[in-house]
Structure formats: structure tokens, C-alpha cells
Nanobody, 111 residues
Framework: VQLVESGGGLVQPGDSLRLSCAAS????????MKWVRQAPGKEVEWVSS????????TYTSSVKGRFTISRDNTKNTVHLQMNRLKPEDTAVYYC?????RGQGTQVTVSS
């Protein structure tokens, strides 16, 4: 199983970022995928999930209306479009399924 996140970076409040996750080694098209994040000194927080056929997408309340999760089952990728970023969105973002997650990508929102 391999999950490789990319797309993180340092941005200013109000900016946007698009995170990507390339998956391999498991039945991606049949798996519910998710994004979680971990801010410095805090526990891992679930951010968003998407069902295998993209019909159901759920978000934690703090990102609802700003973040959009999507997936491409032909490319085994899952994405997180993050708009109107806030300093409190600063964290390492991980994609995953079940208890498995990748190595993460750092997102820093700061002026």
C-alpha cells in the first residue's frame, strides 16, 4: 500500500491550495478515502471523506464550504481543494483509508 500526498506549501490567509494523493497497492476504486490533518501539538483531526463512487462527501464543520474533496478512480488519485485558507488550517495533511495514511504534506497559512 502506498499513499503519496503532494501540493502543500506556505500561503497567505485567503489563498487556495489543491492537495493531491496518489494511491497504489489496494482496491482504490472500492475504498472510502479521507483526508485528515494534524496541527502542531494537537491530535489528528478528520477533515473530509468521499465514498468510492463520489456520491457522498462529508466535511468537518470548520472546513465546510471552503474545502472540496474529489477523486479520480481512473488515476487512483484523491484531491482536496482548499479555498479561503485560514491560519488555523495550518497542519500536516494526510490522505488515507481505514487506519492507513500517507506521509503527509505540510500546509502553512501565515501572513
Amino acid at each position: 500500500v502506498q499513499l503519496v500526498e503532494s501540493g502543500g506549501g506556505l500561503v497567505q490567509p485567503g489563498d487556495s491550495l489543491r492537495l493531491s494523493c496518489a494511491a497504489s497497492g489496494f482496491a482504490f476504486s472500492r475504498s472510502i478515502m479521507k483526508w485528515v490533518r494534524q496541527a502542531p501539538g494537537k491530535e489528528v483531526e478528520w477533515v473530509s471523506s468521499i465514498t468510492s463512487n463520489s456520491t457522498i462527501r462529508t466535511y468537518t464543520s470548520s472546513v465546510k464550504g471552503r474545502f472540496t474533496i474529489s477523486r479520480d478512480n481512473t488515476k487512483n488519485t484523491v484531491h482536496l481543494q482548499m479555498n479561503r485558507l485560514k491560519p488555523e488550517d495550518t497542519a500536516v495533511y494526510y490522505c488515507g483509508f481505514g487506519p492507513t495514511r500517507g506521509q503527509g504534506t505540510q500546509v502553512t497559512v501565515s501572513s
